[in-house]
């Protein structure tokens, strides 16, 4: 499964990628709950969004910092001598909610459309929506046009991932969707709002993503069986999750869809004691910055502005003066010595917008 929200082949960080760092929070977090428990449950009315311009900022010139100048992408952590696609392009559209480095992103998507044809499809040769919405997204926050680009068009190629018979009807893409099914949808949804797709398309996809939640308002990856209540699963490791729920809201709110159960009421009822979000609702997973950022972002589109500690307990998991310089205004992910993190850097940057996203990154 791969979609490209964080590798090139895979969403900058995949749902499934969540999903095994959700099974980690799970067996480490257990060992945190007594000081969790501890945290004020205190959450202020007042709607205080300065804060999160400043964390926008700074995040946003600590993720400049990490292109590098002679490919114009960032370097893979796990690859030597490759170029990180994904975090890029994702990085891309963060520079634009920031408001910064215009530079920097537009020689990032000048080496980004070198090779689009080859970047978008998986080791099987089939078209990744995630991959494509997320470069559709990149080059739309620039103001270019993505049905030209590389001279590809984007828009085409995501729409015709989209399952036109069989059970999967309505669902972008044919890899496994065990872990991303809703977020890809969503994704690929907020991509083609910015885009004109056609209704021929647009339908079926929101079709799809309704039908595929759940009964309290929240969004399990994928359903198989939509008579069978979500319930976590303990063999996967997959239900009902913030990533997924925030999302899917986004993708559907992008193209004027409403869900059938308004998902507010569940993601409130998550919501840890130190005014964040987890992963899912276990008692063993902790506030972290991916899914604070994302369930900001949705609670957003649904009207509800951050709060006071909503925005502190995102913008906790930023580095600061004490890091080393070079560290300082990225986000870090919890458990174990607090490092930068690309993934968690642009989910931040993406909840702390002040707009609702996608509509942002044209705005």
Not at 141 to 161: C, K, N
């Amino acid at each position: 499964m791969s979609d490209l929200n964080h590798t090139i082949s895979a969403s900058p960080f995949t749902i499934k990628e969540r999903n095994m760092r959700s099974t980690t929070r799970r067996a480490v977090s257990a060992l945190a709950l007594t000081a969790t428990a501890l945290l004020s449950a205190c959450t202020p009315t007042t709607t205080v969004d300065d804060p999160g311009t400043v964390g926008v900022h700074r995040g946003a010139t600590w993720l400049i910092a990490q292109f590098d100048p002679t490919t114009h992408l960032i370097p893979s952590a796990y690859v030597p001598g490759a170029s990180d696609v994904a975090a890029s392009t994702y990085a891309v559209t963060s520079l634009r909610i920031a408001g910064m480095g215009s530079d920097t992103a537009s020689a990032a998507l000048s080496a980004l459309s070198v090779g689009v044809d080859a970047a978008v499809k998986d080791s099987g040769g089939n078209d990744v929506p995630g991959t494509l919405a997320r470069l559709i997204l990149a080059v739309r926050s620039q103001g270019q046009d993505p049905r030209t680009f590389g001279g590809v068009d984007l828009v085409a190629r995501l729409e015709a991932t989209l399952q036109t018979t069989g059970a999967n009807a309505g669902r972008f893409g044919v890899q496994d969707a065990s872990y991303d099914g809703a977020f890809r949808q969503g994704l690929a949804l907020s991509a083609l709002s910015l885009s004109n797709p056609t209704s021929a398309t647009v339908a079926p996809a929101v079709a799809w993503l309704k039908a595929q939640q759940c009964a309290d308002g929240s969004w399990s990856p994928d359903r198989s069986d939509l008579g069978t209540p979500c319930a976590f699963n303990a063999t996967l490791y997959t239900g009902p999750d913030t990533n997924s729920t925030a999302m899917a809201e986004l993708g559907l709110h992008a193209v004027g869809a409403v869900p059938i159960v308004d998902p507010t009421t569940w993601l409130t009822s998550i919501r840890k004691a130190d005014g964040g979000w987890a992963f899912d609702d276990s008692p063993y997973s902790s506030t972290d910055p991916d899914s604070t950022g994302l369930v900001i972002a949705s609670l957003r589109a649904l009207g509800v502005a951050p709060d006071g500690a909503a925005l502190a307990a995102l913008l906790g998991f930023q580095l600061g003066a004490s890091s080393p310089a070079a560290q300082q205004g990225a986000f870090f992910y919890p458990y174990g010595t607090p490092t930068p993190n690309l993934v968690a850097t642009n989910d931040a940057i993406l909840g702390l917008a002040t707009q609702v996203w996608p509509a942002v990154l044209v705005g």
